[in-house]
Structure formats: C-alpha cells, structure tokens
C-alpha cells in the first residue's frame, strides 16, 4: 500500500476553503475537548462551586429579615427533581470555559496565524500572556459586582416581601455576566493584535474614539442585567481605559514602524517616494554643461537597424 504524502504548506498562509473549514473544525474541536476535560474535573467540586458562586446574593437570616444592613434579601430555591443535576452541569461548565481559556484562545489565534507573516507569528505568546489575565479579570469584576446587581434587582420589590430565586435563573445571570465581562475585556487586545499585523493604524484607533466610547457603553448597557449606571460603569469604565490603553500602544508601534521603515504607514493603493536627485555619473565628461559618457563598445549595424525598426 502506498503512502499518501501529506500536501505541503503554503509558507504565505494561503489555504482553500476546504482546507479553512477543515482548519476550523480542528481548532474547535480541540477547544471544546479541552472544556469537557476541566468540565469533567468541576463537577467533583460543584458544590463548593455553587456556595461561591451563591455567596455574592444578599442572602436572609434565620427569621427572613435581611442580613449585613441590607434592605432587601433573596432566598435560593430548587424547583424541579431534575434540577439539581441540571445545575451542576452548569455550573461545572461555566467553571470549565473558564479554566479553559488559555487553551480556546491558544487555538483561535492558531486559526488566525496562518495568515499572517513568519514575523507576526511570534506574537502568539503575547496574545496568551494578555488574553489570559484579561478574560480572568473580566469574570473577577462580574462576579465583584454581582453583589450590587442582584441588590438592585431584588429592590423592585415590595418592603417585607422575600425574594424566593430559583437557583437556576440565578445560575443563567451570574454565567451571562461572568462571560460578557470576560469578552468585553478581550476587545482592546484584538484591537492591538489588528494594529502589529499591519490591519489597523493607532491614528485610525484614535479617530474612532466617540464612536469606540458610545459603542461600549451601549454594550455595557445590553450587557449588565440590572437597571443600574453602577454596574453599567463598572463594565464600560475598564474597558474604555483599556481602549485608549490599546490606541497608546498602537500609536507607538506606528511610531516605531514609521522610525525603521518611513514606507509602513502607507496603503496598497499608496505609493512611496521615489527619490528623482540627478547624480552625477563616474567618467562623465562635461560639455557645455551637460554631462556625455562614452559608451564602452560601439552599438553593430545590425542592432541598430533594429532599433530603427522598433522606432518606426
């Protein structure tokens, strides 16, 4: 049986659609056996996971009365037999994209890589250093802010009524914001991975700024549950610091491009300069003010003839 060869890779990056889609599934297949595989392991711990993930709630004492000077408290219910076990999926899966977030982001950025130059390649470590902690400090401040949010919400009430939560509506709350926070934290990176590949300039970055602030506002908005403008700004102020963070980086990159190559800021449709100094020619004879050089052999008749031919 003969031995099918493996094609060669095209060094620029360029791959067929075929090869694309294929590429894709790849790169999703090995992020979500990777979610299962901390997926897996969470739900030994569900449990103490669900106590930390509940411990944010403005929780009641005892006689039903709100507890640490709070107006207003909640209580978690389980309603349903299958609940339970629904919730410990949940929970072990929310925990599970979570610790796995090295590894998706390690595999999307591999499927971006091939197109990009051998030089650009090097900043996939970069992409994970950064992307790590920022998606991890996102989930931090959702759950941070949780507190307030679900005292907020719980205020509609009426005074003297207990909020009775299911615990999975709960669940569904803290995991949208757990990973909308994560996400909205990514933006200013891929903005400057966009900027060092050459994509976009820091001078465009900037000029997009009104459009940039309203834009994350109105995501913060959709994004936070609660009625709020806290928990709104707690979304929206980091990443607006983390956007004019990216346009500084990338205006120094810019800078640094314009510095070893005046030629980088321009488009493909722009043309650089083309220096047209006359210099003057070695063995030059000066005739009247015009420069003559001798030609080192004479041209034959044959050439010349053709020459006139190709005048004619």
Not at 23 to 33: P, Q
Not at 106 to 131: C, M
Not at 192 to 203: A, D, E, F, I, S
Not at 282 to 311: K, T
Request: with cysteine; hydrophobic share 50%; glycine share 8%.
């Amino acid at each position: 049986m003969s031995k099918t060869t493996k094609a060669a890779k095209d060094p620029e990056g360029r791959m067929a659609l075929a090869d694309h889609l294929r590429e894709l599934r790849n790169r999703v297949v090995k992020a979500l056996l990777a979610i299962i595989v901390f997926t897996i392991v969470a739900m030994f711990y569900h449990k103490r996971l669900l106590d930390f993930l509940i411990a944010p709630l403005p929780a009641c004492g005892p006689d039903g009365k709100p507890t640490g000077g709070m107006d207003h408290c909640a209580e978690i219910s389980n309603i349903g037999l299958t609940t339970p076990f629904t919730v410990m999926l949940k929970v072990s899966l929310t925990a599970g994209v979570v610790a796995a977030t090295p590894v998706w982001l390690y595999q999307l950025w591999k499927f971006v890589a091939p197109g990009l130059h051998r030089h650009e390649r090097r900043y996939s470590v970069t992409f994970l250093a950064v992307g790590t902690p920022l998606f991890l400090a996102g989930a931090v401040l959702a759950y941070v802010v949780m507190p307030v949010t679900a005292q907020m919400l719980i205020s509609f009430i009426a005074d003297g009524v207990t909020s009775i939560v299911p615990v999975e509506d709960y669940l569904d709350l803290i995991t949208r914001m757990v990973l909308v926070f994560g996400a909205g934290f990514e933006l200013p990176l891929f903005l400057v991975m966009l900027n060092l590949v050459g994509v976009l300039t820091g001078k465009r970055l900037l000029g997009w700024w009104r459009a940039m602030v309203m834009g994350i506002t109105v995501f913060a908005a959709f994004a936070t549950p609660s009625a709020d403008p806290l928990s709104m700004l707690a979304l929206a102020a980091p990443i607006w610091a983390l956007y004019f963070l990216a346009v500084g980086i990338s205006l120094m990159n810019d800078r640094r491009k314009a510095a070893r190559n005046p030629d980088a800021g321009l488009s493909d449709e722009e043309a650089s300069e083309v220096d047209l100094t006359v210099e003057s020619v070695e063995g030059a004879e000066s005739v009247g003010g015009v420069e003559r050089v001798e030609a080192s052999a004479p041209i034959p008749a044959s050439r010349r003839d053709q020459i006139d031919d190709d005048i004619t």
